[in-house]
């Protein structure tokens, strides 16, 4: 089992710039493709940006160039620099990982643990 724990979240001005954080507790993170998603009010929730075990990554087209995943293997924790930010991004974020050595992609249901969410509120 693999609790994952998001925090970074907050209020923000149109273009700013906030760093959402996961920290995993529990065994092979190394071995684990990591995910971001994010869920408006009223709306499905979607794939933001993943990283492989590899360090590869993928984003989703309305987040390219403006949000970067990275994550760091000997801190367990998996994270989301999301600059210039707009309204259109005020959703709940949530971290979530795949199980150890498989292969993800952009569905949700790809992913096996989930964290609790942080609120991220850009005001235009």
């Known amino acids: 089992q693999v609790q994952l724990v998001e925090s970074g979240g907050g209020l923000v001005q149109a273009g700013g710039s906030l760093r959402l954080s996961c920290v995993a507790a529990?065994?092979?993170?190394?071995?684990?493709?990591m995910g971001w998603f994010r869920q408006a009010p009223g709306k499905e929730r979607e794939f933001v940006a993943t990283?492989?075990?590899?360090?590869?990554?993928n984003y989703a087209d309305s987040v390219k160039g403006r949000f970067t995943i990275s994550r760091d293997n000997g801190k367990n924790s998996v994270y989301l620099q999301m600059n210039n930010l707009k309204p259109e991004d005020t959703a709940d974020y949530y971290c979530?990982?795949?199980?150890?050595?498989?292969?993800?992609?952009?569905?949700?249901?790809?992913?096996?643990?989930w964290g609790q969410g942080t609120q991220v509120t850009v005001a235009s």
């Open positions: 529990g065994d092979s993170f190394s071995a684990s493709a």
């Open positions: 979530a990982a795949g199980r150890p050595w498989q292969t993800v992609g952009q569905s949700e249901y790809e992913y096996a643990y």
């Open positions: 990283i492989s075990r590899y360090v590869s990554t």
